[in-house]
């Protein structure tokens, strides 16, 4: 279940805020300028800032969209991983003649998927296939496609054995190749980042910002440059810095997916498919 998370307590934006009001600090110089010896050095026009602020808000805003989109489209992989494992697990179950074992390997690596996807995604050791087989080695390159690999030789088997027709493992392959089509999907935005020159351009327009920023509007607002000022550097580092935690949409920060409650969502809508297929069977009987 998600939670919403108070401002005050989100780690992303507490940082945001110290930031703020330590650029305060150098704000309250623009503002003593006005009763100190270099009042005239600084002074530039108001409305020049007016007009940079407009563009760097389209610059960050298109910057944020484009994060965000990176982590709605992970979003949606994820939701059609669950859609995937629950269709499969109700096809398998719905073929007569598959004897228990079977039926617990193949939950077991339905299960196994999402995990194992979710720990490739956050280059961290996770799952191993010796939970549900024993593995041909010890060491495995790529374990969601190995686990997948292991799928589609149980479905193998049950042609052979004469379990599954040639229709039926059509439609078991349909979902079945899902699995590493998402998989690719979330390596993709995995691997391939925002441009780094758009990225480092979009940070050095913010600090060329924040540099002159209260001194164009110190002549104007006098000790309100201070407050003005923290207010416009958490706006301006706030979205850079939300939009460079929500690019990477696979860690372990609040504003990342949590994969762990959609692993977890998987394995009981599994589990409860498999039972309803035991608790079938057992009334049949």
């Known amino acids: 279940m ?15 805020e110290i930031y703020s009001l330590l650029y305060g600090c150098y704000a309250a110089l623009a503002s003593l300028k006005e009763v100190s010896f270099y009042k005239d050095w600084f002074d530039q026009p108001a409305n020049l800032h007016a007009a940079f602020s407009a563009f760097l808000m389209l610059l960050l805003v298109f910057r ?22 629950r269709n499969l697990s109700v096809k398998i179950n719905a073929i007569p003649g598959i004897d228990a074992a079977d039926l617990e390997t193949s939950r077991g690596l339905i299960i196994l998927f999402p995990a194992v996807l979710r720990d490739h995604l956050r280059l961290r050791p996770g799952p191993t296939l010796s939970e549900v087989q024993p593995a041909d080695s010890a060491t495995v390159a790529h374990l969601p496609s190995e686990t997948v690999q292991r799928l589609y030789l149980l479905l193998n088997h049950w042609r052979t054995a004469g379990l599954i027709d040639g229709h039926q493992l059509q439609m078991l392959d349909r979902e079945a190749s899902r699995l590493l089509d998402i998989c690719g999907g979330c390596e993709r935005i995995r691997n391939t980042r925002m441009i780094h020159s758009y990225r480092a351009f979009a940070r050095q327009c913010v600090a060329l910002l924040l540099i002159f920023f209260p001194w164009g509007i110190a002549d104007g607002y ?23 935690h929500v690019e990477e949409p696979f860690g372990y920060d609040e504003d990342d ?3 762990d409650g959609l692993c977890e969502t998987i394995c ?5 498919i498999y039972r309803c297929r035991a608790a079938l069977s057992e009334a049949v009987s």
């Open 64 to 85: 944020t969209n484009a994060s965000f989109s990176r982590w709605w489209e992970a979003r949606t992989l994820w939701g059609s991983l669950v859609n995937a494992c």
């Open 257 to 259: 997916l949590d994969l």
């Open 2 to 16: 998600t939670v919403a998370i108070p401002v005050a307590r989100n780690r992303t934006l507490r940082r945001v």
């Open 268 to 272: 009981r809508s599994v589990t409860q």
């Open 222 to 244: 006098l000790w309100w440059t201070i407050p003005t000022s923290v207010l416009m550097a958490y706006f301006m580092l706030g979205l850079e810095t939300v939009a460079e």
